[in-house]
């Protein structure tokens, strides 16, 4: 009988091993419960029956030329028919769908696959869900694809990811790169931080010492809180920037993407790299330098001068080339964190302000702010900028990215004018994305639970003034583009789903099946992301009899966690964490493991006393 059973049990082990297996090979893109593993989530996806075989033989009609061309890059092992008799994969832009201009219909069955959208955009977002549901790539013969209907929408239309070149710099090949992995998720703004006080990164023809003297630092490696200064006479060669000829490349190359690129410049702060350059547009016109951190900040004047009209000629000249190479409607200026001390001690400020009845330094900012918008709009654009750009009131046709949590964004939608949700407790995916002494250096912490918890329409806002958001990825402490793309997913995959999906549809546990489904694809397309999500977190509290008070926590869901503190290595063996309990007087550190279905998950995570002692604080 025992026999038996165990024969029982080792042919239904290895028939759910041939299953599993099949279902790899053969459905790709299918999670737990056969449903597609599809980031963002569509809108509407019903599972039909039988599969679809798409194949080398496979013949596809488009009557479009412009949509042939697309499905030709997409999936280049279709064959294009010559009319809709001899084909079973049919491409089609109609305006008979009540779906929006990013929105599509895919309706797959045994014997036909349609893709419908009323325009290129949709059409492509469609082949993208399309492509999630076929392996990276395509060596084999055939692939079948499952009989759904998908009708599918964004719920946002400004879906974006904003990548700081300023403080370290990404050359052109990985920017191309970087777009082509947003595309795949629906992104369709990429916010290109080109300037900050680290480094200037664009070609500004009539002023070419931006990136002559602008573009170099000194070369430093380290945590960027203990970079040191520059020494006397060190070169600066550390840095690059992008000709006009590689920004018109990428810009090119993100819209066949159907993304748009916004350019940031920004000002009248994080500007030191240009006043490096010219140092006659700060009040104190001092001599200055490319700073390798940040640790000049308040004693180094690293702010334009306001009040000198020599500073609006510089911007109209720097905005004139911007507003040249970039379609995009909008420009965004920064005009965050602004040191205005300077402004306070400068003679022609304090002229200005009595001039123009201003009562604070809050007020020249905006006064600034006002004049960049005109020159903004005198270039057919307008102006996005940060939050700060609310102080001291707003300019008239101001767009306000928020930052500062959503508060910003809700008190300019008051105020009638459009958002972009960028609150930085949801959306900083510079910060820590699990616990510290299993990451790199970073600040705070973002977990991708929290991310994903993320809603950028609060009740109380107008909801056509709310555009959409964007994940930030500030660049102190990413020197390379490896880390880029580490930081960047998978928290960016919740931001893809948050913004493009409807509220409705998020499902932590679930979304988490369908985010390691895409893991298996990055490993197969080497593209690096983080696993912290798989590592155990360590919190602490102060107990009433002085002792630490030890939390444990995990991400995934069914997760067990297993500890030591007495120095040993944990495995399912040691104590199992049930509840908060006491760190034992004598120990010196805790050893976290998690496990789960009996297998160790993530990384063995070790936090010292003198570290759980500064937790506890
Ligand atoms: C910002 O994080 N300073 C916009």
């Not at 041939?18 to 893109?29: A, K, Q, R």
């Not at 500007?271 to 390798?292: G, K, W």
């Amino acid at each position: 009988m025992a026999c038996l059973t165990g024969l029982c049990r080792l042919l239904t082990l290895n028939l759910c091993i041939f299953v599993s297996l099949f279902c790899l090979l053969f459905f790709p893109g299918l999670g737990k419960g056969q449903t597609p593993a599809l980031i963002p989530v569509p809108e509407s996806l019903e599972m039909g029956s039988g599969t679809f075989m798409l194949s080398t033989q496979t013949r596809f009609y488009a009557s479009n030329p412009e949509v042939r061309a697309l499905i030709q890059e997409q999936l280049p092992f279709l064959k294009s028919a010559s009319s809709p008799a001899g084909a079973t994969v049919f491409f089609e832009i109609t305006p008979k769908l009540s779906l929006g201009r990013e929105g599509y219909d895919l309706h797959i069955s045994p014997k036909s696959l349609t893709l419908k959208a009323t325009q290129m955009a949709g059409l492509f977002y469609g082949l993208q869900t399309l492509r999630q549901l076929l392996p990276v790539s395509y060596t084999a013969s055939s692939y079948p694809v499952p009989a759904l209907h998908i009708r599918d929408q964004p719920r946002f239309g400004w879906r974006g990811l904003m990548l700081d070149v300023s403080r370290h710099f990404f050359d052109k090949a990985f920017v191309k790169r970087y777009i082509d992995q947003m595309a795949r998720y629906k992104f369709n703004v990429f916010h290109w931080h080109l300037t900050d006080d680290q480094g200037w990164r664009i070609e500004i023809k009539s002023l070419p010492k931006l990136t002559q003297v602008g573009a170099w630092r000194v070369p430093r490696t380290g945590r960027w809180w203990d970079i040191a200064n520059p020494e006397s006479g060190e070169v600066p060669s550390y840095g690059g920037f992008y000709t006009q000829d590689d920004i018109r490349e990428v810009v090119a190359y993100a819209q066949q993407r159907h993304i748009t690129v916004i350019p940031e410049i920004d000002m009248p702060g994080h500007i030191m790299s240009a006043i490096a350059a010219y140092p006659h547009l700060t009040c104190e016109q001092a001599p200055a330098e490319v700073p390798p951190n940040g640790k000049f900040y308040k004693l180094k004047d690293n702010t334009l001068n306001p009040c000198n009209e020599s500073t609006y000629a510089f911007i109209d000249q720097v905005f004139t080339e911007v507003a040249q190479l970039f379609p995009a409607p909008y420009i965004h200026v920064g005009g965050d964190e602004a040191y205005k001390g300077f402004w306070e001690k400068c003679e022609s400020c304090r002229q200005t302000m009595q001039t123009h009845q201003l009562k604070n330094v809050e007020e020249l900012q905006s006064y600034f702010i006002k004049r960049v918008e005109k020159i903004v709009q005198s270039k057919g654009k307008k102006l996005i900028g940060w939050d700060e750009i609310l102080e001291g009131g707003l300019a008239p046709d101001a767009t306000v990215m928020s930052w500062h949590g959503l508060r910003g964004g809700i008190e300019a939608a008051k105020q009638n004018h459009p958002v972009i949700m960028t609150p930085f407790q949801f959306s900083y995916l510079d910060l820590y994305q699990g616990d510290p002494a299993a990451e790199p250096a970073s600040y705070g912490n973002l977990k991708l639970s929290t991310t994903y918890t993320l809603e950028p329409l609060p009740d109380s806002v107008d909801a056509t003034l709310v555009l959409g958001g964007q994940g930030n990825l500030w660049t102190e402490n990413v020197p390379h583009a490896r880390h880029v793309e580490y930081m960047t997913w998978p928290r960016a995959f919740a931001i893809a789903e948050i913004l493009w999906s409807p509220r409705r549809k998020r499902d932590f546990p679930e979304f988490l099946s369908r985010v390691e489904n895409h893991f298996k694809r990055f490993d197969e397309q080497g593209v690096n992301y983080a696993r912290s999500v798989y590592n155990p977190f360590v919190s602490v509290q102060k107990h009433p009899s002085g002792s630490l008070e030890i939390v444990l926590e995990h991400e995934i869901p069914g997760t067990q966690l297993y500890y030591t503190t007495d120095n040993t290595l944990p495995d399912s063996y040691a104590p199992l964490y049930t509840q908060p309990f006491l760190f034992p007087k004598g120990s010196d550190r805790i050893k976290v493991l998690a496990y789960r279905a009996g297998k160790p998950l993530g990384r063995l995570l070790e936090v010292s006393l003198a570290d759980l002692e500064k937790r506890a604080k």
